[in-house]
C-alpha cells in the first residue's frame, strides 16, 4: 500500500476523527494554544509597535528584538523553559506555558515589525494637518496613525499566525494535545498515513484561519487603504 493511499485511508476512517484523539478534537486544542499565544503576542507587540513608530525612537532596538526573536530556535526554548518550570508547577501548566512561550516569542516579530512600519507609512500629509488642527499626539496616533497602520498591522497578524499554527505542532513533543500529536505518534508507531494526514491537516487548518483573519481585515480595514498597501 503507497503513502497517498494510507493517508487517504487515514483520513476518510470515522475513528480519525471522533473521540478525544480525532482530528476534530486535536484541531480545537491546536487552535486554542494558537489564539492564546497571538493574543499574548498582539498584547505585547502592539504597543510596542505604535509607541515606536510614533515616537521614532527605540528603532534600533524593536529591530533587533525582531531579528533575535526570529533566530530562537524554538525546540530548545520548548525543552529549556520545561526544565525550568517543572519543578515549580503542576499538572499541564508546566508543559503549556513553555509552548505558548515559544510561540508567543515566534509571533512576536511580525506583529511587531508590521506595526512600527504601519505607523511610520502613515501619509505624512495627514499627519500635519492632523496636527494643524489641534491635535494632541496621543489623538494623533488614534485617529490617524493607527486607522493608517491597520493594513500592515493586519498583515503582521496574519504572518504570525500562520507561523503559529506550524510551529504548535512542537507541543506534542512534550506530551500535549493539538494536530502535532499525528505527526508524533504516527511517527512512532510507522503509520505514515497517520503522519502525512496530519501534515495534511494542519495545512488546512493555518489556510482556514488566514482566510478568516484576511475577512477581518477587510472588515475593519478602509479599502482605500488596503489598495494603497498593497502597491
Do not use: C, K
Amino acid at each position: 500500500m503507497n503513502a497517498l493511499t494510507e493517508t487517504w485511508l487515514w483520513l476518510t476512517d470515522p475513528a480519525s476523527w471522533s473521540g478525544a484523539g480525532g482530528i476534530v478534537s486535536q484541531s480545537l486544542a491546536h487552535l486554542r494554544y494558537s489564539f492564546i499565544a497571538l493574543l499574548v503576542a498582539a498584547l505585547i507587540a502592539v504597543p510596542v509597535g505604535l509607541w515606536v513608530g510614533h515616537t521614532g525612537r527605540g528603532r534600533w532596538l524593536a529591530v533587533n528584538i525582531a531579528g533575535g526573536f526570529r533566530a530562537i530556535p524554538s525546540l530548545g526554548v520548548l525543552f529549556i523553559a520545561v526544565l525550568l518550570l517543572l519543578p515549580r508547577m503542576r499538572g499541564e501548566l508546566a508543559f503549556e506555558l513553555p509552548a505558548l512561550i515559544v510561540l508567543v516569542l515566534l509571533a512576536v516579530p511580525p506583529i511587531l515589525s508590521g506595526t512600527y512600519a504601519g505607523v511610520q507609512a502613515t501619509d505624512g500629509a495627514a499627519r500635519d494637518a492632523a496636527r494643524g488642527m489641534g491635535m494632541t499626539g496621543s489623538q494623533v496616533l488614534r485617529q490617524v496613525e493607527v486607522p493608517g497602520a491597520l493594513p500592515l498591522i493586519m498583515s503582521g497578524v496574519r504572518a504570525a499566525m500562520l507561523q503559529i499554527i506550524g510551529t504548535a505542532t512542537i507541543a506534542a513533543i512534550v506530551g500535549l494535545g493539538g494536530l502535532g500529536r499525528f505527526l508524533i505518534d504516527g511517527l512512532a508507531s510507522r503509520d505514515y498515513g497517520q503522519m502525512a494526514g496530519g501534515a495534511l491537516v494542519v495545512a488546512a487548518v493555518a489556510l482556514l484561519v488566514d482566510q478568516a483573519i484576511a475577512l477581518v481585515q477587510r472588515l475593519v480595514v478602509s479599502p482605500g487603504l488596503s489598495v494603497h498597501a498593497a502597491h
